[in-house]
């Protein structure tokens, strides 16, 4: 699921934005650290997590006490689970990146140490927002059986991909190639 994905998911959700956080691989992309993740694991308040229970969300326990809900196939929700504080990122509450390398320090799965790597690399300016990318396409048509112009096509990808991307961060340069090879 890439940004406008999550985004998309998220606003389907039909709780209270106050009760829950972005953790884990979708809040690595909310970030900008990584163009795509998984699924969506939440952290949610107690408050949230009764919600859920009395709503008929089933839910496991984790080693410690807290609940674990599977909401959907793309989100998971886990009781009080926040390392450090949250920024605020397109309208949701998202956990913090030091927050995130004390998540996954926790964990310390395999997979968690490399997203730290990729973390630390990031803000240290090693890593490059996808936002400040420089994009190239190039089109190929066979024939004449495109109706549009070069122009057009140009547009059409230009803007579409321009689309995926958070204006706060400037707009990417993006470049479109039209090559027409005749049948």
């Not at 927002?129 to 059986?145: D, N």
Request: proline letters at 3%.
């Amino acid at each position: 699921m890439n940004r406008q994905e999550i985004v998309a998911e998220l606003n389907a959700f039909p709780y209270d934005r106050a009760g829950y956080w972005i953790v884990a691989g979708g809040a690595m992309t909310l970030h900008g650290v990584r163009a795509e993740t998984g699924d969506i694991d939440l952290g949610c308040t107690r408050a949230l997590a009764d919600r859920l229970a009395a709503d008929g969300y089933p839910y496991r326990l984790t080693d410690d006490g807290r609940r674990r809900f599977r909401y959907s196939e793309r989100i998971e929700i886990f009781e009080e689970w926040l390392y450090d504080r949250t920024e605020t990122i397109d309208g949701f509450r998202v956990i913090s990146l030091e927050g995130l390398i004390e998540m996954k320090t926790a964990l310390g799965r395999e997979k968690d140490l490399r997203d730290i790597a990729l973390i630390r690399s990031f803000q240290t300016g090693k890593g490059e927002r996808m936002e400040e990318q420089i994009i190239t396409i190039t089109v190929k048509t066979q024939g004449e059986p495109c109706e549009l112009t070069d122009e057009q096509i140009k547009a059409w990808y230009a803007e579409r991909i321009a689309a995926l991307f958070d204006p706060k961060w400037g707009a990417p340069e993006i470049t479109v190639d039209v090559e027409r090879n005749p049948l």
